[in-house]
Every structure is written in C-alpha cells, then in structure tokens.
C-alpha cells in the first residue's frame, strides 16, 4: 500500500487524521478559535437569527411523556447502525474475494475507474445528511417538549444548521475529490510493480502473459474508503450527540 509522507501527529476528529494520512492535504498547525471561524461562516441575517433564538421566547409546547430521553438515544441507535450497516455492506466496496462469492460485478476489477468511487461516496453522502437531518429534527421536537430553556436550545440549533449547512455541505464534498489523488497513486504503484513482474519473469516458451499478484491495492484503496465514510459519519452526529446529552439532562 502506499503510504503518505511523515509528518507531525495530526489532532482532531478521525476524519481528519484519515486524510491528512490517505492524502497530500495539508493540515495547518494553528487552526483559528472556534468564535473566529464562526464569525466567518455567519453572516449578519444568520447572526441576527442567532440571537433571536437566544433572546427570544421559544414556543409553549406541551411536555413530552416520560422516557423520551432513552427512546430518542434509540432512534439515534438504529440510524447509526442503518447508516454503519449501508457503509460495509455496499456492493462497490466488498473486497476481491467477497465479490467473487456473490453477484457483485466482477467488471469493476477488470478495468476500474475512480468515477464508480466518487459517485458512491457521494451517494452515501446524500443518504447520511437526509438520515441524520431527519433524526436531528426529531430531537429537536423532543427537546422543545421538555422545558424553555431546551425549547430555546432546540431553536439555536435549528438555526446552526441551516446557517452552517452550505458550508459543511462543501467541505464534505470535497472528500472524494481529496480520495481519487490516493487511489491513483496505489494504481500506479500496482501498474509497475506488474510491468516489473512480466519484464523479470522467466521467458515462457507457450507464449503466455506471466501472471501477477491480485488487485490488494484495491481492496485496500476500498478498505480505506469505507473507514473515511465512517469518520465521516461520526463528524455528522456530534450535534446529534449533543442533543441526546442536553435530552438526557432535561
């Protein structure tokens, strides 16, 4: 497998240390405090909504049955698995062998082209930003049945959302953008490393091409892919996180 170049240990969420690893991505030392990076994203029509939703009288809501807490950390529970569940088992990242044994097509050996990659990712990213919009939305009702003061929060965070969504949208879509420079370079390590085989190998009197090592840097490359999916995954429910914790306390 190809491996990027060393550099200083990377902190941060898995997503980020899995590309600053996969990829040529640089990653800057000093990253700016979070108040500064907010006040970038946030314009002043977001920022005036903000603090409406902080200021504001959040909406009398009757209070919700007892118990909603360990039922929301369910329905959390069930979309993660689901979505974990679509990640591992999806037909364009089983293994050589794992295809060879099922109905997967064999043809994505044979003349592999990143594009099948890229449209996947993006695919399953669609399918994790409805699943965990649909489910944040639903704490958010469970949480504004609670008291004011987790009205009021559930208010802030609907607001953070359609105000950071654009941009979390575009950084993430640049994920499978960032993955096609790391499978090129495992093809070309695989591609002369099998020019190098058929040019040293013994002279074969029938006429025969020498054969090669399998594909590994495929399955390696869809190995890779899969765990950035899942990093992926994980970034996008730390607001879900925080609503279950913020339930739990209510």
């Known amino acids: ?119 996947r990712y993006l695919f399953l990213q669609r399918e994790m930003g409805t699943a965990i919009g649909n489910l944040r939305e639903r704490l958010r009702v469970s949480l504004a049945a609670a008291t004011p003061a987790m009205a009021r929060l559930a208010m802030v965070d609907a607001v953070m959302e359609r105000a950071l969504a654009p941009r979390e949208q575009g950084l993430l879509a640049n994920v499978p953008q960032l993955l096609a420079g790391y499978f090129e370079r495992l093809r070309k390590v695989e591609q002369e490393a099998q020019a190098a085989a058929q040019t040293d190998a013994p002279a074969d009197t029938s006429g025969s091409t020498p054969s090669v090592a399998p594909r590994a840097w495929l399955d390696a490359f869809r190995k890779d892919m899969q765990s950035v999916l899942l990093a992926e995954m994980e970034v996008r429910f730390q607001p879900v996180e925080a609503l279950l914790a913020a339930l739990r306390t209510s």
Request: proline share 8%; net charge positive.
């Open 1 to 119: 497998m190809v491996q990027a170049p060393q550099r200083t240990a990377i902190s941060g969420p898995t997503l980020i240390r899995l590309l600053a690893r996969l990829t040529a991505a640089e990653v800057p030392d000093a990253r700016p405090a979070l108040p500064d990076r907010l006040s970038q994203w946030l314009d002043w029509t977001d920022a005036i909504k903000l603090s409406t939703a902080l200021n504001g009288n959040p909406p009398v809501i009757a209070p919700g049955p007892r118990g909603n807490a360990a039922a929301a950390a369910d329905d959390a529970a069930r979309v993660r698995a689901t979505l974990a569940r679509a990640i591992a088992g999806d037909s364009v990242f089983a293994s050589t062998q794992r295809r060879s044994n099922t109905s997967a097509p064999a043809s994505l050996d044979a003349s592999v082209d990143y594009a099948v990659f890229r449209q």
